[in-house]
């Protein structure tokens, strides 16, 4: 399997997980958060999946995504269009390095569902499970974008 399948394979997967349903026992809580922080793992996974696909005409040692989308990482261009992209506040990768942040501190990235009836809810919070699947759609739309330019190399 190459890179780019590889990439593909952990995107589809994460998705699977992310929509699977978490039943309606006294497990579904404990079910949901596990599908949830395994399809970000997969997530995890297919960033550093893309980053040895897009980078292999470098032949980089490293793919670690931390250490190659920091500011002093290496001076590729698509490393840079993702630092970049990262930086954007409303990004994919900047919202994934920050669950992925949480994913790997003590207190993991999902969260049970509270229902308190006394507790005023706040509109527009999508849960984990579809902020996945948004920012797997759209780093999906970005990593078709990417791989075109990095095939120009």
């Not at 006294?26 to 970000?40: D, G, P, T, V």
């Not at 590729?76 to 992209?85: N, P, S």
């Not at 308190?116 to 974008?145: C, F, H, S, T, W």
């Amino acid at each position: 399997m190459n890179a780019r399948s590889r990439t593909n394979q952990l995107l589809y997967q994460a998705e699977l997980l992310v929509t699977l349903p978490a039943g309606s026992d006294e497990h579904a809580s404990a079910r949901q958060m596990a599908l949830e922080e395994s399809a970000l793992a997969l997530f995890e996974l297919a960033l550093e999946s893309l980053l040895r696909e897009v980078t292999e005409h470098a032949r980089l040692s490293e793919h670690r995504w931390t250490v190659l989308l920091a500011q002093d990482g290496p001076a590729l261009a698509e490393l840079q269009r993702l630092r970049d992209l990262k930086a954007q506040p409303e990004s994919w990768l900047n919202w994934l390095e920050g669950q992925l942040e949480r994913l790997h501190s003590d207190e993991g990235a999902a969260r049970r569902e509270t229902h308190n009836p006394a507790m005023i809810a706040v509109g527009n919070q999508a849960g984990l499970r579809q902020q996945l699947l948004d920012n797997l759609q759209a780093a999906k739309r970005e990593i078709g974008a990417l791989r075109e330019t990095s095939l120009e190399w």
